[in-house]
């Protein structure tokens, strides 16, 4: 049972347009929400964040909307880079529960920016 | 550089051969985390590792062994493994495991497993 899904494997962007990621999860206890940016032959960085008091938290060209009551949140890039491509995990998190300190991770988007 | 860094980078092993997998932060952080990589799948969390206590084995065969014998180190002992152990093994640290608020886990680049 797969509690955060990305369900595009891949996006394709023109440079300088937006990109828009997208994850859907299924855990309502859920409570802080991650993106995570993956190079080849790397390991994932952290890109952002977000805690589920909010909707929307910017950082640069990125930003990440949460809407709670679709469970679904979503990064945007804007203006869209060639270096931007990469791929891309959602990951989640519970203050409490079972899923308490444990990071659950979506199957990851794989953005290609075109120059 | 993330300041996990993991040894090796890859590995090939027959099924009976022991190995350890070794991953040490410079961060300062006291929380640390095997994670198993598969070819299409998410992100597994293997192990967590608070303050060297194991708070976390998520179902994970005996085959894997951890070990953490300090806050900047944590070793994964491998034996006897199966061909579908083949992944990409990710260590990451962050400051505490509990509350991950504003503490976001830091990856290493991982170790490329082989079984052959």
């Known amino acids: 049972d797969q509690q955060v899904k990305q369900n595009s494997p891949s996006l394709s962007v023109q440079e300088g347009r937006i990109s828009i990621l997208n994850c859907d999860y299924t855990?309502?206890?859920?409570?802080?929400f991650l993106w995570y940016k993956k190079y080849p032959a790397e390991g994932p960085t952290f890109l952002i964040s977000?805690?589920?008091?909010?909707d929307k938290n910017e950082d640069g060209r990125f930003t990440v909307f949460l809407n709670k009551s679709a469970k679904h949140l979503s990064l945007h890039i804007v203006p869209s880079q060639p270096g931007d491509s990469a791929v891309y995990f959602c990951a989640a998190s519970a203050e409490g529960g079972t899923s308490y300190g444990k990071l659950t991770f979506g199957q990851g988007t794989i953005l290609t920016v075109h120059p | 550089e993330t300041g996990v860094t993991q040894t090796p980078r890859h590995l090939v092993m027959g099924m009976t051969n022991k190995k350890s997998l070794k991953c040490e932060q410079h961060?300062?952080?006291?929380?640390m985390y095997w994670y198993k990589q598969s070819a299409k799948k998410p992100l597994e969390l293997m192990f967590v590792y608070n303050f060297k206590e194991q708070t976390e084995n998520n179902s994970v065969p005996s085959r894997f062994s951890p070990e953490c014998p300090n806050s900047s180190h944590l070793f994964l002992h491998l034996h006897t493994l199966q061909p579908e152990d083949s992944a990409l093994y990710l260590c990451a640290s962050s400051l505490h495991s509990a509350g991950t608020g504003n503490q976001p886990q830091h990856f290493g680049d991982g170790t490329r497993l082989s079984i052959l």
């Open positions: 855990n309502s206890m859920f409570d802080y």
């Open positions: 961060l300062g952080h006291n929380a």
């Open positions: 977000i805690s589920s008091i909010k």
